[in-house]
């Protein structure tokens, strides 16, 4: 095995394990690009403070923006000897322009770079996962606005509780994917601080600018202690710990398609592009995609657990065990944007059986809130007429008879100051209709709800 690029104070190589065990090219090779923007500050800095000549930096910003160009053709080729990426990119640049390519370490540390590298790749990436959820969060305020007056039943503990707009329930997880994009725009104020200029953990004697290269990389401005800045993995934890609750909140969704493409429910069809079929059922048409999504929760909330562990007993400033930082992260952003662009795209083309969904609130006792309610404006305590109510729930039961069936002589022997009017109340669409509290399900208020999320949604 080749001499190390830290090779000085040795006398013998690795063996081609210890290489191999150390090694993280393999999947730190997806920050080449970061890894290349951070040197190009890094050198051009070194150059502005007279820190290299002009000459000396000029060279090497010739040498890494060929490695750059190299790089977008898919040309540069990696060697596990190298370790990381940091090193495989110097081997490289070296490779190109001689031992000139050596001062671009100057004033820097790996434990600087990889920091950067990590925080850039990130910072890059959030956009993307906010602006995934958004797509997600427009077919939903969509399939809303189309939906305010479809009525369904609503649950609690999986029992019809009361009826619903399902314009108002799509909207339940339309916030829930705000305060998700909310979280992660937090995030992005943690993931724009810059480590460089750290160096190993306690600042460098050579007079650098961490101002002008966290300003050239995009960054609000660098991390304040040195090494806090290189031990730091918080805007990571933060990431994955959003991600996880993002994951929650889509799971929580999934479940419900796949229940609701059930036989028993039938209140959705998925698309055919959206379904699997069985390689020895015919009949079958299977939600894969929706069960995936809710499986893939459990690598996410693993990443986040795996990192606080790393994370918990590390002593200041950097250790190795930090390698262990990215695999989680790259698999996460790996793994939600695909789940947000094909959940998206599920609920848009699935058909919404709103026939069937009605037909669920019409031989139930979703209503009874109603008549409780009712008997409560004549002036009954809502307690007594509670069990006024659950007792003719108990009646109907036994009879099949439903609340709007019983017959308005019998309302009136419970109590004369019964109308025509309760048979109104009974119906699911008045019971809809009725909850005009705010941010409840009335097509008033859901309608309410749909403006206020539009506006969000332009707000940026
Ligand atoms: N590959 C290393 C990592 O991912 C880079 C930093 C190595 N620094 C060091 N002092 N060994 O964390």
């Given at each position: 095995?080749?001499?190390?690029?830290?090779?000085?104070?040795?006398?013998?190589t690795?063996?081609?394990?210890?290489?191999?065990?150390?090694?993280?090219?393999?999947?730190?090779?997806l920050?080449?690009?970061?890894?290349?923007?951070?040197?190009?500050?890094?050198?051009?800095?070194?150059?502005?403070?007279?820190?290299?000549t002009?000459?000396?930096?000029?060279?090497?910003?010739?040498?890494l923006?060929?490695?750059?160009?190299?790089?977008?053709?898919?040309?540069?080729?990696?060697?596990?000897?190298n370790?990381?990426?940091?090193?495989?990119?110097?081997?490289?640049?070296?490779?190109?322009i001689?031992?000139?390519?050596?001062?671009l370490?100057?004033?820097?540390?790996?434990?600087?770079?990889?920091?950067?590298?990590?925080?850039?790749?990130?910072?890059?990436?959030?956009?993307?996962?906010?602006q995934?959820?958004?797509?997600?969060?427009?077919v939903?305020?969509?399939?809303a606005?189309?939906?305010?007056?479809?009525?369904?039943?609503?649950?609690?503990?999986?029992?019809?509780?009361?009826?619903?707009?399902?314009?108002?329930?799509?909207?339940?997880?339309?916030?829930?994917?705000?305060?998700?994009?909310?979280?992660?725009q937090?995030?992005?104020?943690?993931?724009?601080?810059?480590?460089?200029?750290a160096?190993?953990?306690?600042?460098?004697t050579?007079?650098?600018?961490?101002?002008?290269?966290?300003?050239?990389?995009g960054?609000?401005c660098?991390?304040?202690?040195?090494?806090?800045?290189?031990?730091?993995?918080?805007?990571?934890l933060?990431?994955?710990?959003?991600?996880?609750?993002?994951?929650?909140?889509?799971?929580r969704?999934?479940?419900?398609?796949?229940?609701?493409?059930?036989?028993?429910?039938?209140?959705?069809?998925?698309?055919?592009?959206?379904?699997?079929?069985?390689?020895?059922?015919?009949?079958?048409?299977?939600?894969?995609?929706?069960?995936?999504?809710?499986?893939?929760?459990?690598?996410?909330?693993?990443?986040?657990?795996?990192?606080?562990?790393?994370?918990?007993?590390?002593?200041?400033?950097?250790?190795?065990?930090?390698?262990?930082?990215?695999?989680?992260?790259?698999?996460?952003v790996?793994t939600?944007?695909?789940?947000?662009?094909?959940?998206?795209?599920?609920?848009?083309?699935?058909?919404?059986?709103?026939?069937?969904?009605?037909?669920?609130?019409?031989?139930?006792?979703?209503?009874?809130t109603e008549?409780?309610?009712?008997?409560?404006?004549?002036?009954?305590?809502?307690?007594?007429?509670?069990?006024i109510?659950?007792?003719?729930?108990?009646?109907?039961?036994?009879?099949?008879?439903t609340?709007?069936?019983?017959?308005?002589?019998?309302?009136?022997?419970l109590?004369?100051?019964?109308?025509?009017?309760?048979?109104?109340?009974?119906?699911?669409?008045t019971?809809v209709?009725?909850?005009?509290?705010?941010?409840?399900?009335?097509?008033q208020?859901?309608?309410?709800?749909?403006?206020?999320?539009?506006q969000?949604?332009?707000?940026?």
């Open positions: 095995t080749t001499k190390k690029l830290w090779g000085g104070r040795f006398t013998e690795g063996s081609a394990q210890t290489d191999t065990f150390g090694a993280s090219i393999e999947f730190d090779q920050m080449a690009a970061e890894d290349l923007e951070g040197s190009l500050a890094h050198v051009e800095m070194l150059r502005d403070t007279h820190i290299l002009p000459k000396d930096a000029e060279q090497i910003i010739q040498g923006h060929h490695l750059q160009q190299q790089l977008a053709a898919g040309q540069l080729q990696f060697d596990v000897a370790e990381d990426i940091h090193m495989n990119i110097e081997s490289l640049l070296t490779q190109e001689g031992p000139v390519a050596g001062k370490h100057t004033a820097r540390s790996r434990n600087d770079q990889v920091a950067t590298d990590f925080h850039l790749y990130l910072k890059k990436r959030l956009p993307q996962v906010i995934a959820i958004k797509n997600l969060q427009t939903l305020v969509n399939l606005e189309a939906n305010v007056e479809t009525i369904m039943p609503g649950y609690t503990h999986l029992q019809h509780a009361q009826p619903i707009s399902y314009g108002h329930y799509l909207m339940a997880y339309f916030d829930m994917l705000q305060r998700d994009i909310e979280r992660f937090f995030n992005q104020k943690h993931t724009n601080l810059s480590p460089l200029g160096a190993a953990l306690a600042g460098t050579f007079p650098i600018d961490r101002q002008q290269t966290a300003q050239r990389l960054f609000t660098p991390y304040s202690n040195s090494i806090d800045a290189v031990s730091d993995r918080d805007f990571a933060e990431f994955l710990s959003n991600a996880a609750l993002l994951m929650v909140h889509l799971s969704l999934c479940e419900e398609i796949v229940l609701w493409t059930t036989y028993e429910f039938n209140y959705l069809e998925l698309s055919d592009e959206y379904a699997t079929g069985s390689s020895i059922m015919p009949q079958k048409k299977n939600p894969d995609f929706a069960e995936l999504i809710r499986g893939k929760s459990g690598r996410v909330f693993g990443h986040l657990m795996a990192l606080l562990t790393v994370m918990k007993a590390l002593p200041l400033a950097y250790d190795k065990d930090l390698q262990e930082d990215k695999e989680g992260v790259f698999d996460t790996k939600i944007i695909p789940c947000l662009t094909v959940l998206a795209g599920m609920l848009q083309t699935a058909k919404i059986k709103t026939a069937n969904m009605a037909q669920a609130t019409t031989r139930d006792f979703s209503n009874a008549l409780a309610d009712y008997l409560a404006v004549k002036g009954i305590p809502f307690r007594q007429a509670h069990a109510v659950g007792q003719l729930v108990l009646e109907g039961l036994k009879t099949g008879v609340l709007q069936e019983i017959p308005l002589a019998k309302y009136q022997a109590l004369p100051d019964i109308g025509e009017d309760v048979y109104q109340d009974l119906q699911a669409k019971a209709q009725r909850r005009q509290s705010f941010g409840g399900t009335s097509f208020q859901v309608k309410q709800q749909i403006a206020r999320a539009r969000l949604l332009n707000a940026d």
